[in-house]
């Protein structure tokens, strides 16, 4: 039995090693298996029980000499010692002995110079399915001659015991940054594995010179590609869909001195409430192939119904970026011309589209704000601003002034145009029409928004077009859409102070960056 140097690693009698099969060979051993169905499109579906999302606190990264003060400690990024992730890591590779292993050798970054080989070890067909289709494929003379620069091994078989493991529960996310391992146990939501490749991606490629993003990425007709930051409910996956672009990629992308490209070669998309007609793209790449979590399916009809939480809100699907008709498949694009920060304030005091300048990019990139709406957890019953830093907090090891100051530096280098969107609300209680906000996209990317006329918003110090074709003037300046203007006043002087409260924590940031944000 080929073994394809699982020895090293200390798994030296699995019952059958299994190495890049294809998706119909990976499916059938799933089925085999019992790990799940297929639905009445050929997708597989599975149930990842407890665990249905990122476990943030059970992530740990393990404080070595050699990366101590690299690392920004703190609540996101919690230190483990050596010697208990050592400890762990024997116990799983002690419950591997026996098992069938399954595993996946492939790429992440397009750009053949800055691309990293990743080895993923898997319990599950269907979690070595998933990784397949998000990660780059080799070709068969790649294959041939892989070499790993990093290996996760991901057992969510085995439970850890927090009281003897020293961690905080039943999972645990170890990365290890000097040893380039990554362990995952306790939990089968794929996510962790996608997410660990971006969290060694975001260590690796600053000190190659490499800006990592997490956004979305396309390119227009003529070359030009522009790059979208924004959270969850702000549109980013919506927004870089169009039409009149291809697709580089949705979710991990580098930006280089010459280029910008996909780290991955799938997509990661959400399913809930999911329909033809507000997704096309993602609705049709449910078929065979990909892997869906969590989505509750017709046991008789196979039939999903995406409108059914009831096994989780985060319910997803995981499929090759070939199954997406407009996508750039080689996901590599020149270096953007455009950078677009995507927002839905729901205080409805933030512009609908705003240019930003060096140090002001600096601010808002680090801040990462959007708003959680009342009625979306339990105990929010008016707008909650929410912060991540640089838009992707739980993935980032370096302080956020690193990712901060590369912002700028490719900002500067290329000539990038950098805008804030908001596809929040206004002063008129309604969110701003997709159409609009379309319209704002379209015009920042054509370039002809630059001939606009732009004010200053009292508040944020934003430049604000007080024209846009396709948008009623009227929407652009927000205490325009306000009638009582002492209200408006009131919620822009809250969010802006939630602002600059949430910025005291950066303390690594220039004074000219403090400077650049809203004035409280």
């Known amino acids: 039995m080929n073994t394809y140097g699982l020895e090293k690693m200390g798994i030296i009698n699995a019952s059958a090693v299994y190495r890049n099969l294809t998706p ?46 690299e690392i920004a400690w703190g609540k996101v990024n919690r230190p483990i010692e050596k010697e208990k992730y050592d400890a762990i890591r024997s116990k799983v590779i002690a419950y591997l002995q026996g098992k069938e292993i399954f595993i996946f050798d492939g790429f992440a970054g397009a750009d053949p110079k800055y691309m990293k080989g990743f080895r993923v070890i898997n319990e599950l067909a269907s979690q070595n399915l998933f990784i397949r289709q998000l990660l780059r494929r080799p070709t068969a003379e790649q294959l041939e001659n892989f070499v790993e620069d990093y290996t996760i091994i991901a057992a969510p078989g085995f439970k850890c015991i927090p009281e003897i493991d020293g961690v905080r529960s039943e999972a645990a996310i170890l990365v290890n940054y000097e040893a380039k391992e990554v362990i995952i146990c306790g939990s089968q939501y794929a996510g962790e594995i996608k997410k660990s490749v971006f969290s060694v991606m975001n260590y690796v490629l600053p000190k190659m010179g490499v800006f990592p993003m997490h956004c979305s990425a396309n390119i227009g007709v003529d070359g030009d590609s522009a790059v979208f930051f924004g959270l969850s409910g702000t549109g980013k996956t919506t927004l870089s869909a169009d039409p009149n672009r291809q697709l580089i990629g949705d979710d991990e992308h580098g930006w280089a001195d010459d280029s910008v490209f996909n780290f991955e070669g799938g997509c990661y998309a959400k399913c809930i409430n999911l329909s033809e007609e507000k997704e096309p793209d993602i609705y049709r790449a449910i078929k065979f192939g990909a892997l869906v979590e969590n989505v509750v399916m017709d046991e008789e009809t196979r039939e999903f119904d995406f409108d059914d939480d009831s096994l989780a809100e985060n319910s997803r699907v995981g499929y090759p970026v070939e199954y997406i008709n ?21 205080y409805g005091v933030l512009p609908p589209i705003s240019k930003l300048d060096k140090n002001q990019a600096m601010y808002y990139f680090v801040s990462g704000f959007t708003s959680k709406l009342a009625g979306t957890e339990i105990g929010i019953t008016s707008p909650v601003p929410t912060f991540s830093t640089c838009f992707g907090e739980p993935f980032l090891p370096l302080d956020p002034s690193v990712y901060a100051s590369m912002l700028a530096d490719k900002v500067e280098k290329s000539g990038a145009k950098v805008y804030l969107v908001n596809t929040g609300w206004n002063g008129t209680g309604e969110r701003t029409k997709l159409s609009y906000t379309r319209a704002m996209v379209t015009a920042a990317l054509n370039g002809s928004l630059e001939k606009a006329e732009f004010v200053t918003d009292p508040y944020f110090g934003v430049a604000v077009p007080t024209s846009c074709e396709g948008v009623p003037s009227e929407l652009l300046i927000p205490a325009n859409t306000w009638a009582d203007k002492a209200a408006y006043e009131a919620k822009a002087h809250e969010l802006a102070k939630s602002f600059v409260e949430n910025f005291k924590k950066y303390d690594h940031m220039s004074a000219e960056v403090v400077a650049a944000g809203p004035k409280a």
């Open 326 to 346: 407009n996508a750039k498949l080689d996901g590599v694009g020149s270096t953007p011309k455009t950078v677009i920060f995507l927002t839905a304030d729901a």
């Open 24 to 69: 119909a060979q990976l499916t059938e051993h799933a089925l085999r298996r019992g790990e799940g169905l297929l639905s009445n499109t050929g997708a597989l579906v599975v149930k990842t029980g407890k665990y249905t999302g990122r476990s943030a606190n059970d992530k740990f990264i393990v404080d070595t000499p050699a990366v101590h003060d």
